[in-house]
């Protein structure tokens, strides 16, 4: 997810039945992983981001895509590979 995590977050409650996919089930582990780490994908997905581009002078979004999304888009697909073992190996809360 490459949007902001509120918006994300509030439309999944919504597609899932909390009968099929109770509370701390693995999909839920697996949307707020992605819910939290999405949004920073982009420069302009966070707060953070933004203020990023604010304070440091020659930062674009030109720049941050060519620069900073690929090794933020390799870490985030290992994170959900690290969490997809977890839940095979049933290590999952």
């Known amino acids: 997810a490459v949007v902001d995590n ?5 439309a ?3 597609m899932y039945d909390l009968s099929a996919h109770p ?4 999909l839920w582990n697996l949307i ?3 819910a939290a ?3 920073s994908l982009l420069v302009i997905g966070s707060a953070a981001g933004v203020a990023f581009m604010g ?3 020659g ?3 030109g720049w941050y895509t060519n620069n900073m999304l690929p090794p933020a888009l390799v870490g985030y697909f290992l994170g959900v590979g690290g969490i997809l073992a977890q839940q095979s190996l ?3 809360f």
């Not at 509120?6 to 509030?10: H, K, S």
């Not at 509370?23 to 693995?26: G, K, L, R």
């Open 32 to 34: 707020t992983y992605c």
């Open 90 to 92: 049933g290590l999952t």
């Open 55 to 57: 304070m440091e002078k």
């Open 37 to 39: 780490t999405g949004g």
């Open 12 to 14: 999944t409650q919504g």
């Open 6 to 10: 509120v918006p994300l977050v509030a």
């Open 23 to 26: 509370a701390n089930d693995s």
């Open 59 to 61: 930062v674009s979004f």
